[in-house]
């Protein structure tokens, strides 16, 4: 996923971040629907609900995120999104030590902040990052609640909404130049890369994995990010930039490792 973004903020100059990205959605859906033929499978009607809002905020979340990476450098824009999946942990948690998490993640957020006058992030880009992380979040809760009874149609069928709504975004920014041969082909590529197999893989994981051994393969994306974003965009993290990243991971893996502990009832002993 973070090897496509990578790939596909080299066209924002042609086709711009919109354009981008409602290509890649709307590609995606196409080969999703192909590869897995949803419409053949009965049951769908009474989860369209949920699968509204999965899609709504898959087309959203990624809006935001390209918005994002287009503002400022992908490893730090992945860095403030993890803390959406954070926040879910967080959120469910009764135990105080994950408050610690929260506020690991809190101080790496800060330290990412233009606050200094020397900061050279762009206000708008850590918005949309935090915009991003926020459909994150409730991406993963709508995520868990259609992928145990759907499966891989969920993926299709979520793909299929978020191009509807990333769609007339794209058209409005770059009209036809959605269409020509060069842009179609290199938005397949980007589309398999950065869509198909990432929600498709995610979905399968999501069904296998106990939450907690997913959020902590989860936890290391922000300096997959930022070791992409130096591979092929070339961008460089100022040592404070790396440590607020370190932050954030330290912080996303320590709560999914907590949410592994059992807990213990009120009054009873440590064993």
């Known amino acids: 996923m973070n090897f496509g973004a990578g790939l596909a903020k080299h066209l924002f100059p042609v086709i711009g971040a919109y354009g981008i990205t409602s290509l890649r959605i709307t590609l995606a859906a196409i080969i999703l629907c192909l590869v897995i033929r949803p419409w053949k499978r009965?049951?769908?009607?009474?989860?369209?609900?949920?699968?509204?809002?999965?899609?709504?905020?898959?087309g959203l979340m990624?809006?935001?995120f390209y918005q994002a990476i287009a503002r400022i450098p992908i490893g730090i824009a992945i860095g403030i999104e993890v803390i959406g999946p954070l926040a879910v942990v967080?959120?469910?948690?009764?135990?105080?030590?994950d408050f610690l998490w929260l506020a690991a993640a809190g101080a790496g957020l800060f330290l990412l902040l233009p606050l200094r006058a020397d900061s050279a992030l762009d206000?708008?880009?850590?918005?949309?990052?935090?915009?991003?992380?926020?459909?994150?979040?409730?991406y993963i809760l709508c995520g868990k609640?259609?992928?145990?009874?759907?499966?891989?149609?969920?993926?299709?069928?979520?793909?299929?909404?978020?191009?509807?709504?990333?769609?007339?975004?794209?058209l409005a920014a770059s009209g036809t130049q959605l269409f020509t041969p060069w842009a179609l082909g290199v938005g397949i590529g980007i589309a398999i890369l950065s869509s198909v197999l990432p929600?498709?893989?995610?979905?399968a994981a999501l069904r296998r994995l106990p939450a907690h051994v997913f959020g902590i393969l989860?936890?290391?994306?922000?300096?997959?990010?930022?070791?992409i974003g130096y591979v092929v965009l070339g961008e460089r993290l100022t040592p404070l930039q790396w440590l607020a990243i370190l932050c954030i991971i330290f912080a996303a893996c320590g709560s999914a490792i907590s949410a592994s502990l059992p807990r213990r009832t009120p009054g009873e002993l440590p064993i």
């Open 42 to 58: 009965t049951g769908v009607r009474q989860f369209r609900p949920a699968l509204l809002g999965y899609g709504a905020v898959l």
């Open 145 to 170: 609640q259609v992928s145990a009874t759907l499966g891989r149609d969920a993926v299709a069928w979520g793909m299929v909404i978020a191009a509807l709504i990333t769609l007339p975004f794209g």
């Open 62 to 64: 990624n809006l935001f």
């Open 218 to 227: 989860l936890s290391a994306s922000p300096a997959v990010g930022a070791l």
């Open 199 to 203: 929600y498709t893989l995610e979905m």
């Open 123 to 138: 206000p708008v880009g850590i918005a949309f990052a935090c915009a991003a992380a926020a459909c994150w979040a409730a």
């Open 90 to 97: 967080v959120m469910g948690s009764r135990s105080r030590r």
